[in-house]
């Protein structure tokens, strides 16, 4: 079956400082991995869309700059929160999608900054 | 406004009895899926729903992408069925998920 593998779980960071989590799809080919946020109001963002070989589509509010992701091959993803700070705090969720249609999600990466 | 509505908020069950979780779209939709999410956060997907019925054990998703509103019926509840419920809906060709706000079910003996 499919499986998606998040990590680190948690991450405590101080603030100003930079926390990376990784995402990796098992058992098929992740064509295209999505980064959400939810934050501690429970509400979702896209922070992004990463396609093999496209362009990473940023959505609006999220950069490159504060938000790189590297997406190497069909199974692994990897993104970074540069000098975190507090309204970064959230549930950090990659998102494979299997056929272009199902989206699995891994654990997620929770960031406290303190 | 939001273009996922999710209902009820919350609903609490005795254990055994069913569910019905409701979710609504103010525009056309490519796709949905609904989400159970976990109490430490993680997100399990329950159903890829783009229209029609589904089932899969005792949870029933139904899809009308003309109503533009999908439904869970979850039926004989267990206390394990606790958790939150979200709906997702994905705008034509955009790869982009809108979240609705979810339903906290609790299941009590």
């Known amino acids: 079956g499919a499986l998606v593998y998040q990590y680190p779980r948690r991450t405590i960071c101080k603030s100003g400082t930079s926390m990376r989590m990784e995402c990796q799809a098992v058992?098929?080919?992740?064509?295209?991995v999505a980064w959400y946020r939810q934050s501690p109001q429970k509400t979702f963002e896209l922070i992004a869309l990463?396609?093999?070989?496209?362009?990473?589509?940023?959505e609006q509010n999220f950069t490159q700059e504060k938000f790189p992701i590297s997406h190497p091959n069909l199974s692994f993803s990897s993104m970074t929160v540069l000098n975190a700070y507090l309204e970064d705090r959230g549930l950090y969720l990659c998102g494979a999608y299997r056929d272009g249609n199902t989206l699995y999600f891994g654990e997620g990466s929770r960031l406290i900054v303190v | 406004g939001q273009q996922v509505q999710q209902s009820p908020t919350s609903l609490v069950l005795q254990e055994g009895e069913n569910a019905e979780l409701q979710c609504n779209f103010s525009t056309s939709l490519n796709s949905m899926q609904w989400f159970y999410q976990r109490p430490g956060g993680s997100l399990i997907s329950v159903f890829y729903n783009p229209s029609g019925t589904k089932q899969s054990g005792r949870l029933t998703s139904t899809t009308v992408i003309k109503e533009r509103r999908s439904s869970l019926h979850i039926s004989s509840s267990q206390i394990t069925d606790s958790g939150t419920y979200l709906c997702?809906?994905?705008?034509?060709?955009?790869?982009?998920?809108?979240f609705g706000d979810g339903t906290v079910l609790t299941v009590k003996p």
């Open positions: 990463s396609t093999v070989n496209s362009a990473i589509k940023y």
């Open positions: 058992g098929f080919q992740a064509t295209s």
């Open positions: 997702a809906m994905e705008l034509a060709n955009t790869g982009k998920l809108t």
